[in-house]
């Protein structure tokens, strides 16, 4: 066990855990952050988006002893009102079935936006072709993604 | 909390007193964030006061808002919001003052609580019609004794009362505390389709706000102080059982309480239909963390041993019982293929005989054959099983994402031992169902887990876990056959199905009842390996194997696929064969009829395209695609779709356009890629990086969906649109590539691109 201090959606939290638990599982048990959410844990559905310092990151592959001084930001902490352009373009185009995966698809399509204001359908079929949703509602979410690009 | 819980619960459906704001709920800090705040206007839980319950869906606060309650399971078919829309649409109120809340299991209270078969919607339209309008009465009768006119005088406009010759007008909320007193009326009227102002408009998810913002909605995110984590170990393969097991080195792991075993259901027991599990004894590690878990887990050293053939008894509907066999054996999906070859050669169990097909296929001057095969599927929903549970010897109560909350009632009641009023189940958001969670052994074995180790604990299974654990689509096969004459008309039709270990034939669907001459058979091969219902379960290998072979038979007729379903329909309704045709020949054409202009099919411009046609009917409802393929990176893509829906009424347009493009985004990934094997009883499959699901590269560009318009009673959404994908995505790579599909997945055939 080992003491962490992480900057969390813009504040300063500890944790005393094991030096390999992943992000995710700190932000899910230890910080009461649930909304990354557990999927594959093998970076291979997306679910568990997060951002640090900006970039999505697979927290189920992050352990967060190499975390260092970087800004994470979670779902929960994207915006303090939960209106961030993008998730106001998920709202709009009600885009959830059953909503489990569109925590980390919102986190990545906000980390695509942000480096890539205006992505192409390639940019986008790429960057979010690590997030996968069994309800199939992709169609809307590239609609979300598109009616929030800046041409 | 308990107890008081469930006295609540069982409130009678008429008895009426007000409400403390939010008394039902439980005592846990994460429900309160999970409440439904609609997101078209403010109102919210915390603005619901001095609630007047009207009946169990219906209570009207002081400041006119409005709660409803959702009573069947949410799993992503948006039943949260397209029930209450019912509800509203006869009480006769502003939607933006609608607040949602998942009701309470409660079968005294509500009929049918069950997410499955897609008959939320279909199985309740009227009893919820009926409540809303209950509830509109009992208001107008309270707004009526108040003033001393006649209830007959009074009117409502969206939430306010009226009489218009004393000019007297009151709010909902006014007359909710009297109106609670009355009792519930008979004989309603109901709005006709002309007068509805929410049914059929397009409403927001209730829950959209919670979903984007990340709020803890789902099992997965239960939580309680004092919870500890299980996790189980269980059999790396089908046929195996624990043998024995040391847990000393998992033990001395961190974080780590107990280690044990639990014996799901002892062998005497009678399980219900759908108390199927894969397997009966585990190894449980329970800790204060699922990371510490996990890494313990891997610590313990388990042994395993073949398990040998089991004679289980189930208990049916109508209280029919029946055994079910399953066999010893490590099986492989080469051996499964072998078998079904064999059988596919001898005839089977007669599901259904028109006429005299023996003689039609012998006088036939052409005979067409082909066979269809598909593999196990995996569910794959995106949360993996999972359950809370807090259970002592005298009561139990679960929280989790559950289907068939009905069912494992009855299963936990039986197993504990406990009478039904000290069993509770509360029900959480479901990340996806598509039919797993109507199994919900893992509510018992959470149930059982926490009633060893004393304590509250949350069952989690891991992806892996979860995807080779079963309860798969079983594997089917289907031989077809159609006999022609010399002119190249059809005498007859033949299909013999079977599979692993549940066979895939519904033998009274088209296009029986179009034919003279109709032979359908059935045959299954008993399995270890567990199956269940996956979304539109048979219904989803049918439409791939009867429109395929529709497809090519058209072609071998010299007639357009398209015609010659509707020429058969045509016969089906003027002229049926037999008298138990479970489909609708005029609805079912009308969805063709829709789809052939909506797809432009019979356009110039349109036939140099690859245009493949499928149209199904399942859960009481028609659906077709035209799907068009093209080659892309060598590979089929699925670029336009062109969907069209018969269901009656839709009660949310743009939820139910996102229902069926949905369905076809999943149709073409289980088609194109799903894909479930075994070897030596070990699933050859078990997480993301093999199990291929569709994702955004493979999604069609456009996807248009089309509701044929009438005014009939709603039928089922969630599955129906999904069983023709399979068929329609078939018959579109034969018109890219030349290539007919026969085995699923389409792609291991690697299709190419054709001159």
Same mark, same amino acid.
């Given at each position: 066990?080992?003491?962490?201090?992480?900057?969390?959606?813009?504040?300063?939290?500890?944790?005393?855990?094991?030096?390999?638990?992943?992000?995710?599982?700190?932000?899910?048990?230890?910080?009461?952050?649930?909304?990354?959410?557990?999927?594959?844990?093998?970076?291979?559905?997306?679910?568990?988006?997060?951002?640090?310092?900006?970039?999505?990151?697979?927290?189920?592959?992050?352990?967060?002893?190499?975390?260092?001084?970087?800004?994470?930001?979670?779902?929960?902490?994207?915006?303090?009102?939960?209106?961030?352009?993008?998730?106001?373009?998920?709202?709009?185009?009600?885009?959830?079935?059953?909503?489990?995966?569109?925590?980390?698809?919102?986190?990545?399509?906000?980390?695509?936006?942000?480096?890539?204001?205006?992505?192409?359908?390639?940019?986008?079929?790429?960057?979010?072709?690590?997030?996968?949703?069994?309800?199939?509602?992709?169609?809307?979410?590239?609609?979300?993604?598109?009616?929030?690009?800046?041409? | 909390?308990?107890?008081?819980?469930?006295?609540?619960?069982?409130?009678?459906?008429?008895?009426?007193?007000?409400?403390?704001?939010?008394?039902?709920?439980?005592?846990?800090?994460?429900?309160?964030?999970?409440?439904?705040?609609?997101?078209?206007?403010?109102?919210?839980?915390?603005?619901?006061?001095?609630?007047?319950?009207?009946?169990?869906?219906?209570?009207?606060?002081?400041?006119?808002?409005?709660?409803?309650?959702?009573?069947?399971?949410?799993?992503?078919?948006?039943?949260?919001?397209?029930?209450?829309?019912?509800?509203?649409?006869?009480?006769?109120?502003?939607?933006? /003052?609608?607040?949602?809340?998942?009701?309470?299991?409660?079968?005294?209270?509500?009929?049918?609580?069950?997410?499955?078969?897609?008959?939320?919607?279909?199985?309740?339209?009227? =009893?919820?019609?009926?409540?809303?309008?209950?509830?509109?009465?009992?208001?107008?009768?309270?707004?009526?004794?108040?003033?001393?006119?006649?209830?007959?005088?009074?009117?409502?406009?969206?939430?306010?009362?009226?009489?218009?010759?004393?000019?007297?007008?009151?709010?909902?909320?006014?007359?909710?505390?009297?109106?609670?007193?009355?009792?519930?009326?008979?004989?309603?009227?109901?709005?006709?389709?002309?007068?509805?102002?929410?049914?059929?408009?397009?409403?927001?998810?209730?829950?959209?706000?919670?979903?984007?913002?990340?709020?803890? @909605?789902?099992?997965?995110?239960?939580?309680? #102080?004092?919870?500890?984590?299980?996790?189980?170990?269980?059999?790396?393969?089908?046929? !195996?059982?624990?043998?024995?097991?040391?847990?000393?080195?998992?033990?001395?792991?961190?974080?780590?309480?107990? %280690?044990?075993?639990?014996?799901?259901?002892?062998?005497?027991?009678?399980?219900?239909?759908?108390?199927?599990?894969?397997?009966?004894?585990?190894?449980?590690?329970?800790?204060?963390?699922?990371?510490?878990?996990?890494?313990?887990?891997?610590?313990?050293?388990?042994?395993?041993?073949?398990?040998?053939?089991?004679?289980?008894?189930?208990?049916?509907?109508?209280?029919?019982?029946?055994?079910?066999?399953?066999?010893?054996?490590?099986?492989?999906?080469?051996?499964?293929?072998?078998?079904?070859?064999?059988? %596919?050669?001898?005839?089977?169990?007669?599901?259904?005989?028109?006429?005299?097909?023996?003689?039609?296929?012998?006088?036939?001057?052409?005979?067409?054959?082909?066979?269809?095969?598909? #593999?196990?599927?995996?569910?794959?929903?995106?949360?993996?099983?999972?359950?809370?549970?807090?259970? *002592?010897?005298?009561?139990?109560?679960?929280?989790?994402?559950?289907?068939?909350?009905?069912?494992?009632?009855?299963?936990?009641?039986?197993?504990?031992?406990?009478?039904?009023?000290?069993?509770?189940?509360?029900?959480?958001?479901?990340?996806?169902?598509?039919?797993?969670?109507?199994?919900?052994?893992?509510?018992?074995?959470?149930?059982?887990?926490?009633?060893?180790?004393?304590? #509250?604990?949350?069952?989690?299974?891991?992806?892996?876990?979860?995807? *080779?654990?079963?309860?798969?689509?079983?594997?089917?096969?289907?031989?077809?056959?159609?006999?022609?004459?010399?002119?190249?008309?059809?005498?007859?039709?033949?299909?013999?199905?079977?599979?692993?270990?549940?066979?895939?034939?519904?033998?009274?669907?088209?296009?029986?009842?179009?034919?003279?001459?109709?032979?359908?058979?059935?045959?299954?091969?008993?399995?270890?390996?567990?199956?269940?219902?996956?979304?539109? =379960?048979?219904?989803?290998?049918?439409?791939?194997?009867?429109?395929?072979?529709?497809?090519?038979?058209?072609?071998?007729?010299?007639?357009?696929?398209?015609?010659?379903?509707?020429?058969?329909?045509?016969?089906?309704?003027?002229?049926?064969?037999?008298?138990?045709?479970?489909?609708?020949?005029?609805?079912?054409?009308?969805?063709?009829?829709?789809?052939?202009?909506?797809?432009?099919?019979?356009?110039?411009?349109?036939?140099?395209?690859? !245009?493949?046609?499928?149209?199904?009917?399942?859960?009481?409802?028609?659906?077709?695609?035209?799907?068009? @393929?093209?080659?892309?990176?060598?590979?089929?893509?699925?670029?336009? %779709?062109?969907?069209?829906? /018969?269901?009656?009424?839709?009660?949310? #347009?743009?939820?139910?356009?996102? @229902?069926?493009?949905?369905?076809?985004?999943?149709?073409?990934?289980?088609?194109?890629?799903?894909?479930?094997?075994?070897?030596?009883?070990?699933?050859?499959?078990?997480?993301?990086?093999?199990?291929?699901?569709?994702?955004? =590269?493979?999604? =069609?560009?456009?996807?248009?969906?089309?509701?044929?318009?009438?005014?009939? /009673?709603?039928?089922? !959404?969630?599955?129906?649109?999904?069983?023709?994908?399979?068929?329609?995505?078939?018959?579109?790579?034969?018109?890219?590539?030349?290539?007919?599909?026969?085995?699923?997945?389409?792609?291991?055939?690697?299709?190419?691109?054709?001159?």
């Amino acid at each position: 066990m080992a003491k962490y201090t992480l900057k969390i959606n813009g504040k300063n939290q500890t944790v005393d855990v094991d030096p390999a638990t992943p992000m995710l599982w700190v932000l899910r048990e230890h910080l009461n952050l649930p909304g990354t959410k557990y999927g594959c844990g093998v970076a291979a559905c997306g679910a568990c988006t997060i951002h640090v310092d900006g970039n999505a990151v697979r927290s189920c592959q992050l352990p967060v002893s190499s975390v260092k001084k970087q800004a994470i930001t979670t779902i929960e902490g994207l915006s303090p009102t939960g209106d961030h352009p993008v998730q106001r373009a998920w709202l709009e185009h009600d885009v959830a079935q059953c909503g489990y995966c569109q925590a980390g698809q919102i986190m990545s399509a906000v980390a695509l936006l942000k480096n890539n204001p205006n992505p192409s359908e390639e940019d986008i079929n790429g960057f979010m072709s690590g997030n996968i949703c069994r309800c199939g509602t992709y169609t809307r979410i590239k609609a979300a993604i598109k009616s929030v690009a800046k041409p | 909390m308990e107890n008081n819980q469930k006295n609540y619960n069982r409130r009678s459906f008429l008895k009426v007193s007000a409400l403390s704001g939010g008394g039902m709920m439980l005592g846990v800090s994460w429900l309160a964030a999970a409440n439904t705040k609609l997101t078209e206007l403010g109102a919210d839980l915390e603005a619901f006061q001095n609630g007047q319950t009207l009946n169990a869906y219906v209570q009207i606060g002081s400041d006119n808002i409005v709660k409803i309650m959702c009573h069947n399971p949410e799993f992503g078919q948006n039943v949260k919001t397209s029930l209450p829309m019912i509800v509203a649409e006869e009480l006769d109120v502003d939607w933006k /003052d609608v607040i949602v809340e998942q009701a309470p299991y409660d079968t005294k209270l509500y009929p049918r609580q069950f997410t499955g078969g897609s008959q939320s919607v279909r199985s309740t339209w009227r =009893p919820l019609r009926n409540a809303g309008a209950a509830a509109r009465d009992m208001l107008r009768s309270a707004a009526a004794q108040t003033w001393n006119v006649p209830q007959e005088e009074v009117t409502t406009k969206v939430g306010v009362l009226h009489h218009e010759k004393s000019g007297k007008s009151a709010k909902y909320g006014e007359m909710a505390a009297k109106a609670a007193t009355l009792t519930v009326p008979k004989d309603l009227k109901l709005k006709s389709a002309a007068e509805r102002k929410i049914v059929s408009t397009s409403r927001k998810n209730v829950d959209g706000k919670s979903i984007v913002t990340g709020k803890p @909605m789902f099992g997965m995110d239960y939580q309680k #102080p004092g919870m500890l984590i299980a996790m189980m170990v269980q059999p790396p393969a089908f046929g !195996l059982k624990l043998k024995s097991y040391d847990a000393s080195e998992a033990l001395k792991m961190p974080g780590i309480k107990q %280690v044990f075993t639990i014996e799901v259901f002892p062998d005497s027991m009678e399980r219900g239909g759908f108390d199927t599990r894969t397997f009966n004894e585990f190894v449980v590690v329970v800790g204060y963390n699922t990371w510490e878990v996990m890494n313990a887990r891997k610590k313990v050293k388990a042994e395993w041993e073949k398990a040998p053939e089991k004679k289980e008894i189930f208990g049916g509907f109508g209280g029919q019982k029946n055994e079910r066999i399953t066999p010893a054996g490590l099986e492989s999906t080469s051996e499964h293929l072998v078998k079904m070859k064999e059988m %596919v050669k001898q005839s089977a169990r007669v599901l259904r005989k028109d006429g005299d097909p023996e003689a039609a296929f012998k006088n036939a001057a052409q005979v067409i054959e082909r066979t269809y095969n598909a #593999p196990f599927l995996a569910h794959n929903t995106m949360e993996p099983m999972n359950c809370f549970a807090e259970v *002592t010897d005298s009561q139990a109560f679960v929280a989790g994402p559950v289907q068939a909350p009905e069912f494992v009632e009855q299963t936990l009641i039986k197993r504990l031992g406990l009478p039904a009023d000290k069993v509770d189940i509360h029900l959480t958001r479901m990340g996806g169902g598509f039919g797993r969670r109507a199994y919900a052994h893992y509510m018992v074995e959470a149930a059982l887990i926490s009633r060893q180790a004393k304590a #509250p604990i949350k069952l989690v299974y891991s992806r892996e876990d979860d995807m *080779t654990y079963g309860i798969y689509r079983p594997m089917y096969t289907a031989t077809y056959r159609a006999a022609l004459d010399a002119n190249k008309k059809l005498l007859a039709f033949h299909v013999i199905g079977g599979g692993i270990p549940e066979n895939p034939v519904h033998a009274n669907r088209f296009p029986a009842g179009a034919l003279d001459n109709y032979l359908a058979e059935g045959w299954e091969i008993p399995s270890n390996v567990t199956i269940g219902a996956f979304r539109a =379960p048979r219904s989803n290998f049918n439409a791939a194997a009867e429109q395929s072979f529709m497809d090519e038979l058209a072609e071998a007729m010299g007639k357009d696929p398209m015609d010659l379903r509707l020429e058969l329909l045509e016969r089906a309704k003027t002229n049926p064969v037999g008298k138990n045709n479970d489909y609708d020949p005029d609805r079912y054409a009308g969805v063709l009829k829709l789809l052939r202009e909506k797809s432009g099919w019979d356009k110039p411009e349109n036939k140099g395209k690859n !245009l493949g046609l499928a149209a199904y009917f399942c859960h009481n409802s028609y659906a077709g695609h035209v799907i068009e @393929m093209k080659i892309k990176d060598g590979q089929p893509y699925a670029e336009s %779709v062109v969907s069209a829906i /018969d269901c009656g009424v839709v009660i949310n #347009p743009d939820a139910a356009k996102n @229902m069926v493009e949905g369905a076809v985004i999943d149709g073409i990934g289980c088609a194109l890629y799903g894909n479930m094997s075994f070897k030596n009883g070990k699933p050859e499959h078990n997480n993301f990086n093999t199990y291929r699901m569709i994702r955004m =590269p493979e999604i =069609p560009k456009r996807i248009d969906v089309h509701f044929v318009q009438n005014d009939i /009673d709603p039928t089922g !959404l969630g599955e129906p649109p999904f069983p023709p994908v399979f068929g329609a995505l078939a018959n579109a790579i034969y018109r890219a590539t030349g290539k007919r599909q026969y085995n699923q997945p389409y792609l291991q055939e690697e299709p190419k691109t054709q001159g």
